[in-house]
């Protein structure tokens, strides 16, 4: 793997079939955030999901509402992400965003998800380049499936998602206080720009 990453780095002239190099510099990107994503943590042992998920209800449109900024969502606004069930061992994921402002040009990008054996469907792994997967935990979610909560077990990635663009302030607050609760650093979250 850090070969790998080494070689789209530092070969900007490489290019592998038709793809031109811009494409594996996203690539390295996603390498650094997946190894740090699989990293240890003093926390691992201790985060839980929720006991179960419903993945046909689970699917369909997640308007994110808040999270712990990521380096591959530099400048994102209104960031969706979609999932639909398949009649295969995957879960499509489809993610989107205007970069750098609510009307700015689209970011796409569409991967599989992957669930764990035995978690209740509540532990996933995500794949947008093969063959690097990362942890998806459901770890709140609402009895209506109205809002979720994503993170990994190093919690050092937070998702808030809701059916809609804006949450009631309400929930969102309870969802707080449970996620303080669970020993998030709640000072890294930040609010998304939606429509």
């Given at each position: 793997m850090p070969a790998l990453c080494y070689l789209l780095n530092n070969r900007q002239d490489y290019y592998f079939g038709r793809r031109p190099y811009f494409m594996y510099k996203k690539l390295l990107i996603f390498c650094?955030?997946?190894?740090?994503?699989?990293?240890?943590?003093?926390?691992?042992?201790?985060?839980q999901t929720v006991p179960s998920v419903d993945l046909k209800r689970?699917?369909?449109?997640?308007?994110?509402?808040?999270?712990?900024?990521q380096s591959f969502q530099k400048g994102c606004h209104c960031t969706t992400a979609e999932y639909t069930i398949t009649d295969k061992d995957y879960?499509?994921?489809?993610?989107?965003?205007?970069?750098?402002?609510?009307?700015?040009?689209?970011?796409?990008?569409k991967g599989?998800?992957?669930?764990?054996?035995?978690?209740?469907?509540?532990?996933?792994?995500?794949?947008?380049?093969?063959?690097?997967?990362?942890?998806?935990?459901?770890i709140d979610l609402a009895d209506d499936y109205s809002f979720a909560v994503v993170s990994h077990p190093g919690k050092k990635y937070l998702w808030i998602l809701s059916r809609t663009a804006k949450m009631n302030s309400e929930i969102y607050e309870g969802i707080l206080t449970r996620l303080r609760a669970k020993d998030f650093d709640l000072s890294l979250l930040r609010v998304t720009v939606q429509k």
């Open positions: 650094i955030v997946f190894l740090t994503m699989q990293s240890s943590s003093s926390h691992s042992q201790t985060l689970y699917a369909g449109r997640w308007y994110e509402i808040a999270s712990f900024p879960v499509v994921v489809e993610n989107r965003c205007n970069r750098d402002s609510i009307s700015g040009k689209e970011s796409y990008i599989k998800a992957f669930v764990e054996a035995n978690s209740g469907n509540a532990k996933l792994k995500v794949q947008f380049f093969w063959p690097f997967r990362a942890k998806y935990w459901i």
